[in-house]
């Protein structure tokens, strides 16, 4: 059973600081996903991993993946209050089917930016 | 574009009440299609996956059941809701390399 772990799970932090979450997951994938989930809405698409040593930025925020050591990390430079929300990361469970693949999610980092 | 729609947006319901809740895509043909269930205390959970019409995959054990009887329409129902049922319900497709969510109903079973 594919499990993915998530930490820290809670986390506040001043503005214009840095800081990394980190996801682990426990069964080889090809791909790792990263969502941001505001209050009361649905997920929306941030970056998708694709190989192993993949490193994606857009804005203030770089995901990177190492599928060797099954970990993902998504890192926020100098965090500004509009990145407060909860962000997933998800890995897809690879179906033999040659279908759909579900995704298997964390637990959420609830990320609290303070002015 | 690809759009994804889901309806209705909120659902109150009582236990022991029919559930349907819908969801459709534009702007692709023969996508996969999922269902997820966000829950207080179990997290996100995918519930049902899709590869065609009337192609209906189950990932857990439940009192929900799927069905796709068009290409682009996915639809999630109960005959009788329980309050575990609550929930916020996502639709989701995917193409090769990515999967995008709908804006999600807001089920509360009272």
């Known amino acids: 059973e594919l499990k993915v772990e998530q930490n820290p799970l809670f986390l506040s932090m001043q503005e214009g600081k840095n800081y990394t979450i980190y996801c682990n997951y426990s069964t080889t994938s090809d791909r790792l996903y990263w969502y941001r989930q505001d209050p009361g809405k649905s997920l929306e698409s941030l970056f998708v991993?694709?190989?192993?040593?993949a490193v994606k930025q857009e804005g203030r925020l770089m995901a990177s993946l190492d599928t060797k050591a099954r970990l993902s990390t998504l890192h926020i430079t100098a965090a500004v209050h509009d990145l407060s929300a909860t962000y997933f990361c998800a890995v897809e469970s690879r179906k033999d089917t040659g279908g759909a693949d579900g995704l298997t999610f964390g637990k959420g980092t609830h990320l609290i930016i303070q002015p | 574009s690809q759009t994804i729609h889901q309806w209705p947006a909120t659902l109150v319901q009582p236990v022991g009440s029919p559930l349907s809740l819908e969801c459709t895509v534009e702007g692709t043909s023969n996508p996969n299609l999922y269902w997820y269930r966000q829950a207080a205390g179990r997290g996100l959970q995918l519930l049902f996956y899709?590869?065609?019409?009337?192609?209906i995959s189950s990932e857990v054990p439940q009192n929900l059941s799927a069905s796709r009887p068009q290409d682009r329409q996915f639809i999630l129902s109960s005959k009788k809701l329980l309050l575990s049922d609550s929930g916020f319900y996502l639709c989701?497709?995917?193409?090769?390399?990515?999967?995008?969510f709908g804006p999600g109903t807001r089920l509360t079973v009272l």
């Open positions: 899709s590869v065609g019409i009337g192609q």
């Open positions: 991993l694709l190989s192993n040593g």
């Open positions: 989701a497709w995917s193409t090769w390399d990515e999967q995008f």
